[in-house]
């Protein structure tokens, strides 16, 4: 990750067992890495930063994305039809998430307004039922607030990962 210096990142990714770290580097940029690998390298980079540092790689991850052709025209495309707010950044989740993690469950919006949106995303499979992905997923969601020039803050609830949801609130001014 360009936002983490390189030795951090060179320490993380040889402390990871050598299957993880085989599918992590070896997949395609616009290739899937099966779940499992995904998560643990979710708690290898969460171990290394801290929540904060984690939260914030996750953000900064999700904002390049964005300037990257495939999320960036599902993103852009909302923002075009919905407007250049936080909600209709909110609203490409809903579309995006299938394309970013194959088989791993769904976005619904419960809410999309003027200062407020909540998501929840459902039917987790086991593999992505987890506490450092969930802050991960928490740590994106803060970058649609910053997408648009906004300052936002996201809360979310983990009571129901053990059902495969995690639901994530973001409010911004």
Known sequence: MQCVPADVAEAVLAALPNAVHESVTSAPLLGWVPTP?????CKAWHRAL????????????????????????IVKGSLRIFGRTPSAAVRAWAVGWPYVFRNGGA??????GQHNAVIRVVKLPPSLRDESFALGVAGSFDGNAELV????????DTGQLRRGTIELALDWT
């Open 37 to 41: 690998s995904h998560v643990a390298l």
């Open 107 to 112: 976005v619904e919006i419960v809410e999309a």
């Open 149 to 156: 020039g906004k300052h936002g803050v996201t809360t979310y």
């Open 50 to 73: 801290g929540d904060d540092g984690y939260r914030t790689v996750f953000r900064e991850a999700f904002l390049a994305a964005v300037d990257a052709p495939f999320l960036g025209i």
